[in-house]
């Protein structure tokens, strides 16, 4: 659990950071997100202690985050920085080692993490490993960022912009990935975003931040629903909201009773890749199945255009 | 087919005419110290020889004036300088009349340029050849190694410089050894206590413009200035601190002259640390606290292999200048190779200068190459990308 009270960062005259209070329960996602320049970066930061807040507090597990010297507190804190922040001279697998080798691993545990992480990120460590940062392209060196903050399989997990190199096919992968690895090691994070739709997708909470301020913290689909402010509405897209609705949920949960004609939409899709097949085909049916196959039941227009409606 | 012309090999070209049948090609003196006759290549060499030599070197210049292949180039260059490196030996023998042991030979205006000329025209090929620096080392370990081999040949032995060695072997070797400790021993006072130095002046910006400026007047200070004002505070120390004499430290000799070039050492040194680690890519030294890297663990594991090939820029930098430098030491009685030099200039004797001033070119040239070479190696490692 990560509680932020009432913190606070001034430059001079600026305050960058305005008061910002959340709680992040554990083994969750909170996004945060908002224009650029509004403080997200400095919020994160914060917590690993990069910055030193000019008031209030930040308590992991019920601590301060002031209690142990800040480089013990780095190693327990997995970071993916804004554009990745690789050692130039360090080659992929030593990058991807860091803290491990910081936290005294074995040789042999470090090279089995290492190649772990990489094939996970679909880099041939023997292909990749001995290279350099700068033999590799932008996306792969994103993505050694972010095996690289989770190399020492972190409790705590921060993210700026992780997946911002990244095409819209190897983001997905890539997000999913992380949700993957955040369900099976119950890891806490706070990523930073501008992709309303990343945020949508990967947030059990989402934060908007506007000029220091936290504007809104709720669920994906409260902010949805009710936006705490007109600048809430547009950074949400008031005219995505519908399917960014839909895209919160599954089609099992939108299954009515009855059969349809054609190949059938497995239940774990989401509502929004319901609608646009539905769409997509002129068909007003699609049928269901579940994951052993068996036929659930059916998908309609007009019953997923009735939750794409704003929540009462 | 139109002819073309190398824009270098024009230069070249006219250097190696003018020299080849203008200037002449060595001195003749009836001992060292009256003024010299000139003699031409023809007039400097025997009948088969001299034809010879001015065949090679007008077929060098044609090859260095026309657009040619790389390889041609090479062979004419290093076939030009192998000749005259030889036969400026059998002009030595040839001039030196018979029993005569007064009688100096020494190269003259015409042989330096031809040198000059076709070391250009390698020089030239040698970098459009782009080497690897390994391969640079090596073509300067054959060409010291070339230069060894007719030292010790004798081919070189009837030419004045050689005559002024043989009178000085021991002593030679002696002043060499000091010179090159003192080049060397105050590069590496100037480095342990100039990259601490640079480190803080980094760390710590009040420091830093104080610090940088006083050493950059220390580097205005000419060097017998300098000597002049250490005399007193070194004579001091001598006198009062119990030992200090004893080991070594005097107003004058080898103590001043090592202060003197250690402070000259410090500027480069220390600012060459400082512009390293300020071009640390920003994102590096975040990623390095923020993975939780102590302080010392930063600046050994992060900013000092990124600042590595700067910082060693400067001491190439302070090598090269102390091995020059390291001359002037023989003023105020620290030896060195510029003991010949100012032995020479108060005899007026050229060829002793020269005893003491080629070593010392060399030396700093190979330097030079090979720590280019070094930094090269440590720089492609880490090509710094800045992100
Ligand atoms: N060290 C600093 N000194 C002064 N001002 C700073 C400093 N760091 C950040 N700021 C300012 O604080 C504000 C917020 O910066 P921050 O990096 O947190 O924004 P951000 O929301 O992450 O933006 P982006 O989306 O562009 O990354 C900006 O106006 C920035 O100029
Ligand atoms: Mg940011």
């Known amino acids: 659990m990560i509680e932020i009270e009432g913190i606070t960062k001034r430059y001079d005259a600026t305050t960058v950071v305005d008061d910002v209070s959340m709680v992040i329960e554990p083994r969750t996602i909170a996004v945060i997100v908002g224009t650029s320049g509004s403080g997200k970066t400095t919020l994160l930061r914060m917590i690993n202690r990069l910055v030193e807040p000019t008031a209030g507090i930040i308590r992991l597990d019920g601590n301060d985050n002031r209690s142990q010297p800040d480089y013990e507190l780095r190693r327990s804190i997995g970071y993916a920085i804004q554009g990745h922040g690789l050692f130039p001279h360090r080659t992929v697998a030593q990058n991807i080692a860091t803290v491990p080798v910081l936290l005294g691993w074995d040789k042999a545990r470090i090279k089995a993490r290492v190649d772990e992480l990489m094939t996970l990120y679909q880099l041939d460590p023997e292909a990749y490993g001995p290279r350099y940062p700068h033999e590799l392209s932008g996306g792969q060196q994103q993505r050694v960022g972010v095996a690289r903050a989770l190399a020492a399989e972190p409790n705590v997990l921060l993210m700026d912009e992780p997946f911002g190199a990244l095409d819209p096919i190897i983001r997905t992968k890539a997000q999913e990935d992380l949700l993957a690895i955040q369900k099976r090691f119950g890891t806490t994070i706070i990523l930073v975003t501008h992709d309303m739709e990343e945020a949508v997708r990967m947030g059990d909470k989402i934060a908007v931040m506007d000029a220091g301020k936290l504007v809104q913290y709720a669920k994906p689909a409260e902010i949805l629903a009710k936006p705490a402010s007109d600048f809430v509405e547009t950074l949400v897209g008031a005219s995505e909201k519908p399917f960014r609705l839909l895209s919160l949920g599954r089609v099992s949960d939108a299954v009515e009773k009855g059969t349809a004609e054609g190949e059938a939409i497995p239940g774990d899709a989401s509502q929004r890749d319901a609608l646009a097949e539905l769409l997509w085909s002129g068909r007003s049916a699609l049928p269901v199945k579940g994951e052993d196959g068996k036929p659930l039941g059916r998908v309609t227009v007009d019953g997923l255009v009735k939750r794409a409606a704003r929540p009462a | ?387």
């Open chain 2, 1 to 387: 087919m139109r002819i073309r012309f190398d824009k270098l090999g024009v230069v070249i070209a006219a250097i190696a005419a003018y020299a080849a049948f203008l200037a002449p090609f060595a001195t003749f003196r009836a001992n060292r110290i009256v003024p010299g006759e000139a003699r031409s290549i023809l007039e400097a060499l025997p009948a088969t020889t001299g034809p010879l030599l001015l065949a090679i070197v007008v077929a060098g210049a044609l090859i260095a004036l026309l657009k040619t292949p790389l390889v041609l180039r090479l062979a004419a260059s290093v076939v030009a300088l192998a000749a005259l490196a030889t036969l400026i030996g059998v002009a030595g023998s040839f001039l030196t009349p018979a029993g005569n042991t007064f009688a100096r030979i020494s190269p003259a205006s015409g042989f330096w340029l031809l040198i000059f000329a076709f070391t250009l025209l390698l020089a030239d090929v040698l970098t459009r050849l782009n080497l690897s620096p390994w391969a640079r080392v090596g073509v300067l370990v054959v060409a010291a190694l070339a230069i060894g081999l007719l030292l010790i040949s004798g081919q070189w032995n009837s030419l004045s410089i050689l005559k002024e060695y043989a009178n000085r072997a021991d002593s030679f070797w002696a002043e060499g050894s000091k010179h090159v400790t003192l080049a060397l021993g105050s590069l590496v006072a100037a480095v342990v206590v100039g990259l601490p130095l640079g480190i803080l002046c980094h760390r710590v910006e009040k420091l830093r413009a104080g610090a940088l400026n006083v050493l950059n007047i220390i580097q205005t200070i000419p060097s017998i200035a300098l000597f002049g004002l250490l005399i007193a505070p070194l004579g001091w120390v001598a006198a009062h601190v119990p030992g200090a004499a004893a080991l070594g430290i005097r107003g004058i000799g080898t103590a001043p002259a090592f202060v003197a070039l250690f402070l000259y050492s410090l500027l480069p040194v220390v600012a060459n640390t400082v512009v390293g680690l300020a071009g640390v890519p920003r994102a590096a030294n975040d990623a390095a606290r923020g993975m939780g890297m102590t302080d010392r663990q930063r600046l050994f594991g992060v900013e000092f292999p990124l600042a590595f090939p700067v910082i060693l820029t400067g001491i190439r930098i302070v090598l090269v200048q102390n091995i020059g430098l390291a001359t002037i030491a023989a003023l105020i009685g620290g030896g060195g190779f510029g003991v010949f030099v100012f032995q020479g200039v108060g005899q007026t004797a050229m060829d002793l200068v020269l005893l003491g001033a080629v070593p010392t070119v060399a030396l700093a040239f190979a330097a030079a190459i090979i720590l280019d070479a070094v930094i090269e190696m440590t720089a492609t490692k880490r090509r710094v990308e800045t992100a």
